[in-house]
């Protein structure tokens, strides 16, 4: 867990926002269906294609216990987004977590959170995304080793130029790609099903016997696989600014997006097993390629190639989209470059703050040294998750009940259980993997000079 601001330094006063002059507010532009095309665009990339496999395999080839940790990977992220929902309808500011971070536990812990997020978790995703996007371009069109980077480094700058552009044309874009590839995956889903061979549903139960610890330890390493895979709906919360009706949408904007996400998982996972059987599925690394080329053709493969194609360029989009607003709100706060919280006079987006974004993913992509660094920190993210999770009860408690606005159903169990199972997972990472979190929270806590620096400044 993060160290308690008031361990590390308990000097520190909460610093001053800076003021800036009229105009330099980001307009509202986006609305419902923005929203939710923007939380499944971030969450689905390549993984519901490639992933599904080990999964499988993990609880011994059980298609039953696979769908109940993909259930229960949506159920969880319904949990945090009900509760999300109704923070991100009572301060709807750009930054999101960050803000109700900063605001209920202190402005370092939410420093933290947006060091991290900038220089591995967002900009680390991007560099992940653009990377594969080369690799998968590569099997249209013979690229040379050299030329792979390359063309990584132009997929971010064409995403970076979009978003300086203007959030609506970001939004546009973002919206049809997302439309796209879902319609993708569920045509997909339903060829398989419909030509597949649907005895292979009645192997419900793993045919191998392992043992019960064995089954134990795979689930959990189901369990993890299927938390990254629906990792991102998070990011919606960061351009909570430039919402409409934010009060409004939001809550309906992650229940829908979430029911969708769920909803397409499952589909995709049971044509997969229509088409290849559990065994099949639990043996393939390319699942949806593989399903797709034995029932229809080889050729029907490389459709799927443009669909990850348009899906990774689509989730880099949409992080691109969102993570900026972040550094923007902490540049403002004065804890991060100021120039970061300057919005372009012409364009109305924080030109900057995703100028900085796409430059340091370039960086990354182009040294390929950020996938371990991203691996060793991406668990230190839910522990923030739930931190913004929390900070629900310390809201509720300051400020006036209104009756008007949307409230989390369930609560107080709501929230809690999301933080009560995301804390289990954390917890379990840190046992199984002691380094691997040393780590993680090591590279976190590297924060900690530069916001000296910068609140000094």
């Known amino acids: 867990m993060p160290v308690p601001e008031s361990m590390v330094i308990s000097s520190l006063t909460a610093p001053k926002p800076v003021s800036l002059p009229a105009g330099r ?41 696979a769908l109940s940790v993909w259930l229960a990977g949506g159920i969880l992220s319904l949990l945090g987004a009900l509760t999300y929902g109704e923070l991100s309808a009572m301060h709807p500011q750009a930054g999101g977590l960050y803000v109700y971070i900063r605001d209920c536990f202190g402005p370092f812990p939410a420093f933290l959170f947006g060091w991290t997020l900038f220089f591995v978790v967002s900009t680390g995703s991007i560099a992940t995304l653009a990377v594969a996007f080369g690799n998968y371009l590569g099997e249209f069109f013979p690229l040379a080793p050299w030329t792979l980077k390359p063309v990584s480094l132009l997929m971010i700058g064409i995403i970076a130029t979009v978003n300086v552009l203007g959030t609506r044309r970001s939004a546009n874009l973002q919206n049809v790609t997302t439309i796209i590839k879902v319609l993708a995956i569920l045509a997909i889903a339903g060829i398989l099903l419909w030509f597949g061979n649907r005895m292979h549903f009645h192997a419900m139960t793993a045919e191998s016997t392992i043992s019960f610890s064995s089954r134990l330890s795979g689930i959990g390493i189901a369990i993890v696989s299927v938390l990254w895979a629906y990792e991102g709906w998070q990011y919606a919360t960061f351009a909570a600014g430039e919402v409409v009706n934010p009060r409004r949408d939001f809550p309906i904007a992650f229940l829908v997006g979430i029911f969708v996400l769920t909803g397409v998982y499952v589909l995709a996972n049971l044509g997969y097993v229509a088409a290849l059987g559990p065994v099949g599925v639990g043996t393939s690394n390319r699942v949806a390629a593989t399903a797709m080329a034995g029932v229809v053709s080889p050729a029907a493969a490389k459709a799927i190639t443009l669909v990850i194609l348009i899906s990774i360029f689509s989730a880099a989009n949409s992080i691109t989209l969102t993570a900026p607003r972040v550094y923007y709100a902490m540049a403002n706060d004065g804890v991060f470059c100021r120039r970061l919280a300057e919005v372009h006079p012409r364009f109305g987006t924080p030109a900057f703050a995703v100028g900085a974004t796409a430059f340091w993913a370039s960086v990354l992509a182009a040294s390929g040294t950020f996938e371990q660094l991203l691996t060793y920190v991406v668990f230190v993210g839910w522990i923030f998750y739930a931190l913004a999770a929390a900070s629900i009860f310390v809201y509720r408690k300051r400020e006036t009940p209104d009756s008007a606005r949307y409230r989390v159903p369930g609560y107080p169990w709501t929230p809690v259980v999301f933080i009560a199972i995301v804390a289990a997972f954390v917890m379990n990472t840190i046992v199984a993997q002691p380094v691997r979190a040393a780590v993680g929270i090591g590279v976190v806590l590297t924060g900690a000079p530069a916001y000296l620096i910068w609140r000094k400044g």
């Open 25 to 65: 507010a980001l307009g509202r532009v986006l609305r419902l269906h923005d929203l939710v095309l923007l939380i499944i665009g971030t969450v689905i990339g390549s993984g519901i294609f490639l992933v599904p496999g080990l999964i499988l395999k993990s609880v011994g080839n059980s298609l039953s216990v």
